[in-house]
């Protein structure tokens, strides 16, 4: 073991990575990714992530009277920039589309009852929403925890019980609503959902985008070690 690897060891000894930038997605990515979770069904707030941190922040407290229906999160090493957005409009139709600039939501399906975030699962994507919030493409994964006992052969979201997608679907085109009703949502509409193949090209345009602009994190960690060593 040379000098700058030992230096890498010893950093993955001593500091907890960073959620977003200091994960990897997942070897077998994007058939199979390893997906950060923020928010389970029985929190009453809304966690998200602090990216300059990586830690967990309160962003607020549930307003509303829907609860995420499952694990939520985001995938690492992913960002929803000029790639997604393209690939929203080609797909939408529509013109005017950024990203949204941040890392890909995912939801993430299992029988059993998590009640705690800030954890990683490995998990299967199988299919998604094409979801537009206020011009930005902003899409949702829809993944099956891996080895669930329920859920865990699903390869592709038509095998998903409708009740159970349809329940997912109206907490995306609902949790912004304002339970005042004074007209000051934001406009967000779902105009598709895809399956398997389209979440895989998903999810590796959001790695590109990422790729683009941090570049390989790994690589560049090692490299400035290498100029300590």
């Known amino acids: 073991m040379n000098t700058t690897e030992e230096l890498i060891k010893l950093f993955e000894q001593k500091f907890v990575a960073h959620p977003w930038h200091g994960v990897t997605i997942g070897e077998d990515m994007p058939s199979m990714v390893r997906a950060y979770i923020e928010i389970n069904p029985s929190d009453q707030i809304k966690y998200e992530i602090d990216k300059p941190s990586g830690h967990i922040l309160i962003d607020r ?3 509303y009277s829907n609860i995420v229906p499952a694990l939520y999160g985001f995938v690492p090493q ?3 920039d000029q790639r997604i957005a393209d690939y929203c409009m080609a797909k939408s139709g529509k013109t005017g589309i950024v990203g949204d600039g941040d890392p890909l939501d995912i939801i993430v399906l299992s029988e059993r009852t998590i009640d705690r975030g800030n954890i990683f699962v490995d998990c299967i994507p199988v299919g998604g929403f094409r979801m537009i919030d206020g011009g930005e493409a902003d899409d949702k994964i829809i993944a099956v925890l891996k080895d669930d006992q329920a859920y865990g052969d699903i ?3 038509e ?5 159970v997608l349809d329940r ?3 907490f995306f085109l609902t949790y912004k609503e304002n339970p005042n009703g004074d007209g000051s949502d934001k406009t967000v509409e779902i105009t598709h959902t895809y399956g398997r193949d389209e979440a895989l090209e998903v999810i590796r345009l959001s790695h590109q985008d990422y790729t683009a602009i ?3 994190v790994n690589k560049k960690f090692a490299d400035a070690l290498s100029k300590l060593a």
């Open 78 to 80: 992913t960002y929803c």
């Open 159 to 163: 095998d998903i019980p409708s009740k």
């Open 168 to 170: 997912v679907k109206h």
């Open 214 to 216: 941090y570049g390989d």
């Open 155 to 157: 390869r592709n979201i």
């Open 61 to 63: 407290p549930q307003k």
